[in-house]
Structures are given as structure tokens and as C-alpha cells.
């Protein structure tokens, strides 16, 4: 059974620091990792997927990469802003047809 | 489009209660989830639709939970009788196509209080 985990479960940072958040899994067969980002109150808004087949994605100010064979991930936030402050949880698929399985996010608050 | 529409956005019950949570995905989406999510187990599938037919329900906890889809543009999760422990967030999500690389739409979700 896939597991995935992202440690801490919180993080607080001043404006502008470079950041990493990290998402572990415990099967390295995957399909692909999805970053979603989570605002109070609010549904999940994709950021980025990365296939199994692929090493990183880049939007803007934001990184992942991907390690299969040692079962991580983790999300670059450059130049970090206030409204950076949010929950952001990794998701694995195992297989095409599979079922999303989600870490329980971490939750970021930048100081202005 | 305006999105994932669900409702209501706060219930509050007493146990033994029905609840009836509503959700309305984006117009042309075939894939519709329901979502359930807490501060002990994160974000757990409960279950989802293709073209308005389930296709896996084994993440509903219970036969108190069902769930139906009527046409497209529709489904309920119900929950008869509801119990304190269901006490939760539920996320409605949907996307179109499989493949395993769609995009997934989620709604702003039901804060549901069971007392």
C-alpha cells in the first residue's frame, strides 16, 4: 500500500527566503506525483505533475523534482511571498486508472 | 465556467441526522470524486464516478455513506444516520478524460459538523 508522508507538518519563513518542502513515498513505482497547493477554506488547486518518466517541472517561481528510486520529492519555492502562505500536499498515482494517494500537506506561513 | 460548485458550504447536524451534501462539476467533465478530508487522515478518496456510473466505492467508510450521480451535471453524497466521528471537510473534485495525467478540479468543499 502506497504511503506518503511530508515532513513538518508546518513551516514558517521570513519573506524571500528560498524554500524546499519534502515529500517521501513508500512505493517507488509510480505513475506520476502531483504539488497541490490548499487555501483556508478552499479546495485543492493543482501546481504542478511530474511523470514517472521525468525529473523536474517548472512554473514561475515554483520546482519539482522528482527521485523515484529513492521514493522522494520536493518542491522549490524561490523568492518566497506572504502569498505563498498556504498548505501544499503531494500527491502520488501508482498506475493510469489508479486512485490519487495525497500526504497531509504542510502548511507554510511567509512573514512579511 | 465557474467551477466545482458544492453545497452546502457549512452543515451543521445533530447525530442521527441525514445529510445530503450536493455537488455540480464543470460542464464536460467526465470524472467525478468525492473527497473526504481531516486532520488525523488527510485527504481520503471516497469514491468516484465515470460518465455517472460508480466505478470504486471502497473508500466509503460505511453503509450509512451513499453516493449517486443522476446525469452529469449532478451527485449527492448522503450520509443516514450520521454519526460525530463523520465530522470532516468533504471535497467534491472533477476532471475530464483518463489517462492518469488530467488535471482535477476541486470545489471549496462542506464543512460538515456532526454534534
Known amino acids: 500500500k502506497q504511503e506518503v508522508t511530508q515532513i513538518p507538518a508546518a513551516l514558517s519563513v521570513p519573506e524571500g527566503e528560498n524554500l524546499v518542502l519534502n515529500c517521501s513515498f513508500t512505493d517507488s513505482a509510480i505513475y506520476n506525483l502531483q504539488w497541490f497547493r490548499q487555501d483556508p477554506g478552499k479546495g485543492l488547486t493543482s501546481l504542478l505533475l511530474?511523470?514517472?518518466?521525468?525529473r523536474e517541472q517548472t512554473s514561475g517561481r515554483l520546482n519539482a523534482s522528482l527521485d523515484k528510486s529513492s521514493g522522494r520529492s520536493t518542491l522549490y519555492i524561490a523568492a518566497s511571498q506572504p502569498g505563498d502562505s498556504a498548505t501544499y500536499l503531494c500527491a502520488v498515482r501508482t498506475g493510469a486508472n489508479s486512485k490519487l494517494t495525497f500526504g497531509k500537506g504542510i502548511t507554510l506561513s511567509v512573514r512579511p | 465556467d465557474a467551477g466545482v460548485i458544492q453545497s452546502p458550504r457549512h452543515e451543521v447536524t445533530e447525530m442521527g441526522q441525514e445529510v445530503t451534501l450536493r455537488c455540480k462539476p464543470i460542464s464536460g467533465h467526465d470524472y467525478l470524486f468525492w473527497y473526504r478530508q481531516t486532520m488525523m487522515r488527510g485527504l481520503e478518496l471516497l469514491i468516484y464516478?465515470?460518465?455517472?456510473?460508480?466505478?470504486?466505492d471502497s473508500g466509503m467508510p460505511e453503509d450509512r455513506f451513499s453516493a449517486k450521480m443522476p446525469n452529469a451535471s449532478f451527485s449527492t453524497l448522503k450520509i443516514q444516520p450520521s454519526e460525530p466521528r463523520d465530522s470532516a471537510v468533504y471535497f467534491c473534485?472533477?476532471?475530464f478524460g483518463t489517462g492518469g495525467s488530467e488535471k482535477l478540479f476541486f470545489g471549496s468543499g462542506t464543512q460538515l459538523s456532526v454534534l
Open positions: 473534485a472533477s476532471s
Open positions: 464516478f465515470n460518465n455517472n456510473v460508480p466505478i470504486d
Open positions: 511530474i511523470q514517472s518518466s521525468q
